[in-house]
Structure formats: C-alpha cells, structure tokens
C-alpha cells in the first residue's frame, strides 16, 4: 500500500525560507510524479508545483513562480518543497500527492490525477 507523509512545516515570519518535505513508500518512487498542493480555510485545494518521476521536469503554479521550488531525489524516496520569501498568502496545509498513473516524465497540475495523498502540513506565515 502506498503512504505518503509530509514533514517541515511552521510558523515563519514574511520573508522566510521553509523547506517541506515528502516521503512516499509502496511503489517505485522514480516512476510516478509528484506534486506538491495547498489548501486554506474556506478555500478549495489548489496547485503548487509538480515534479516528474526521473527526467526531473518541473511546473509551477503562477503564485509561486521565482520563489518556491520543487526537487526530488530517488535515492531516498523524498520530494521537497524548499518555499523562499514567503508572504501571509502562502499560508495554508500543504499536501503531497503521488500520481496514479505511471510515468517517469510527463507532469500535470491536475489534482484528479493524484492519487496517494499525504495527511499535511502546516505552513503559516505572519507579518
């Protein structure tokens, strides 16, 4: 059965760095995409970024564009979210997914695509 878990959230000020992190077990990691999406009170789950299997193509929601960024190493099963300059807006749980379909190289921002799904984290930024 495949488990996804999230790690690395808090509380920064405006202006800080947090860098998440995402484990995932029961399927080769490399072979499934990843992506990274949020959710805040009242809203609905949105788009972060996203990351392929193995050749490592990347996707960004617009928001986040120029300061968060998504990598992955296989070796260790682990996806990050290293978030830069963080505003009041990011603030939000933010949630791994894996992909259900298998591919090692196409991306999508399609959260209906994902299928695994982690419990959160929380990520909250004051001013």
């Known amino acids: 059965q495949v488990q996804v878990v999230e790690s690395g959230g808090g509380l920064v000020q405006a202006g800080g760095s947090l860098r998440l992190s995402c484990a995932a077990s029961?399927?080769?990691?490399?072979?499934?995409?990843m992506g990274w999406f949020r959710q805040a009170p009242g809203k609905e789950r949105e788009f972060v970024a996203a990351?392929?299997?193995?050749?490592?193509?990347?996707t960004y929601a617009d928001s986040v564009k120029g300061r968060f960024t998504i990598s992955r190493d296989n070796g260790k099963n682990t996806v990050y979210l290293q978030m830069n300059s963080l505003k009041p807006e990011d603030t939000a749980v933010y949630y791994c997914?894996?992909?259900?379909?298998?591919?090692?190289?196409?991306?999508?921002?399609?959260?209906?695509?994902?299928?695994?799904w982690g419990q959160g984290t929380q990520v909250t930024v004051s001013s």
């Open positions: 029961g399927r080769t990691f490399s072979d499934y995409g």
């Open positions: 997914a894996q992909r259900e379909r298998y591919s090692y190289s196409s991306i999508t921002a399609n959260r209906y695509e994902y299928r695994y």
């Open positions: 990351i392929s299997g193995s050749t490592y193509t990347t």
